[in-house]
């Protein structure tokens, strides 16, 4: 589809932010590629000054309608005061030291509590430091050194599951997707040690588990695809991929970081299915570095250091640390199950409301995502795998993110308890709105 307006866009924007492009050249001279994540860069990144409540303001002076949320993160809106008293309590105490504390038991109990597969947890620092745990609980386990991942799903950045992270538009083949190196020198043992498995073809993956079955420790999967735009996989396939699992003594990871703000106990409550590991982060933190492992009692003592110590030593400087503890304690009870409710019932709006603008403008699109999730793809096909999905007109999709940065929208995928019908609107309407003004 012709974007006769993109040029436009990108020249509105970087008017509107000399302030982030002087502050990326002097970035760029410390930071490669002037920051630490995995940022749009083009046509130049924008530098937030401060968030409050469901806004970010740039050191540019623009403020923004924030849809991104820290990726889901801040499930609470930015600054809420109810983690921010907690954080400040917290703080005036010290904000670590060497003995547990407190906070982080009730932490754990509530998510033991609300998390189906949780028998006990373990808290780390981050989602990749999460599922590197759950994968190295499940080796030690089973005594196997094979795990299976599906093609496109990104489970954080460690060696083991950093393979095969950017989906392929190739068909797959009758062998299955191929293990793919994600940079350079990335070990050739890694590739041997890695299954990866076909999103959506329960078929394909029976063949592939069967095949590896003496040598996998586990499957890790989001219950969800958060890169097909958290599209929930077809009726009976993650069922079926816990039945495979159980038939083949495996075992079933979740890597919920993201998907556990789906319902009280995560994805894996809201579909009724349970694995028998789970992977945690985001905002369990209440806004600070968090993420935590846990699962059944037989393979979680193998973290317990008693009686001779554990058989998986895990240490970690800030690992627990009360600051976040007391932050995610804060965050979590204020998070009920009318919250929930009340969240995904406005995910469906807006899913519903941007499928009647695109129908409405006649673009093919889709709109993909479940519970408080959404995500457009430009494309008239169904997305139900990475082939599909690789078919999006990127040039559409940059010219109605930059379009509604122009209008003081950020675009994400996800909401957050400080969302109203009111910008749910103010996020429809704006974008009809760019994308007539971007199709020219």
């Not at 809106?77 to 109810?82: F, K, Q, R, S, T």
């Not at 703000?261 to 009724?272: H, K, V, Y």
């Not at 003592?301 to 627990?320: C, M, Q």
Request: aromatic share 6%.
């Amino acid at each position: 589809m012709a974007v006769v307006g993109l040029q436009n866009e990108i020249e509105r924007f970087q008017a509107r932010t000399p302030r982030s492009q002087e502050m990326q050249a002097e970035a760029v001279k410390w930071l490669p590629g002037g920051n630490s994540r995995g940022l749009n860069q083009d046509p130049n990144p924008v530098f937030i000054e401060r968030g409050e409540g469901h806004y970010l303001y740039d050191v540019d002076g623009n403020k923004y309608l924030d849809f991104v949320l820290n990726a889901s993160s801040m499930i609470m809106g930015h600054a809420n005061p109810i983690a921010v008293e907690a954080i400040s309590d917290q703080a005036e105490r010290g904000t670590g030291w060497v003995g547990p504390n407190e906070a982080a038991v009730r932490l754990a109990r509530i998510l033991c509590e609300r998390v189906p597969s949780l028998d006990k947890v373990r808290f780390v620092n981050s989602g990749t430091e999460a599922t590197l745990n759950a994968v190295r609980a499940a080796r030690a386990f089973t005594g196997r050194h094979k795990i299976a991942k599906f093609e496109g799903a990104y489970h954080g950045s460690h060696e083991y599951v950093q393979v095969s992270v950017k989906g392929s538009p190739d068909p797959v083949g009758p062998d299955g997707p191929a293990a793919k190196s994600e940079f350079p020198g990335q070990p050739p043992s890694i590739l041997q040690d890695v299954v990866i498995l076909p999103w959506n073809d329960l078929e394909g993956c029976e063949r592939a588990l069967r095949r590896n079955a003496d040598d996998l420790a586990c499957v890790i999967i989001e219950p969800v695809a958060s890169t097909l735009g958290y599209a929930p996989g077809r009726p009976g396939f993650l069922e079926g991929i816990r039945d495979l699992t159980t038939q083949l003594d495996m075992l079933l990871v979740f890597d919920e970081v993201q998907t556990l703000r789906m319902a009280p106990g995560g994805a894996q409550e809201l579909l009724g299915v349970v694995p028998d590991l789970t992977a945690m982060g985001k905002f369990i933190g209440g806004g600070l570095p968090a993420g935590a492992f846990g699962g059944r009692d037989d393979i979680m003592a193998l973290y317990d250091p008693r009686d001779g110590g554990p058989v998986i030593a895990h240490a970690g400087t800030f690992n627990a640390n009360p600051l976040t503890m007391a932050a995610g304690e804060a965050t979590m009870l204020h998070l009920t199950p009318d919250v929930y409710d009340r969240l995904n019932g406005l995910g469906e709006m807006i899913r519903a409301k941007l499928r009647a603008v695109f129908d409405e403008l006649d673009i093919p699109a889709q709109i993909t995502g479940i519970a408080s999730f959404f995500s457009i793809h430009f494309n008239s096909e169904e997305i139900t795998d990475h082939e599909v999905a690789s078919r999006d007109d990127g040039e559409l999709r940059k010219a109605l993110g930059l379009g509604l940065l122009n209008e003081g929208i950020m675009l994400g995928s996800t909401i957050c308890t400080l969302t109203t019908e009111s910008e749910v609107d103010e996020l429809v309407d704006t974008t009809r709105r760019v994308v007539q003004r971007v199709r020219g």
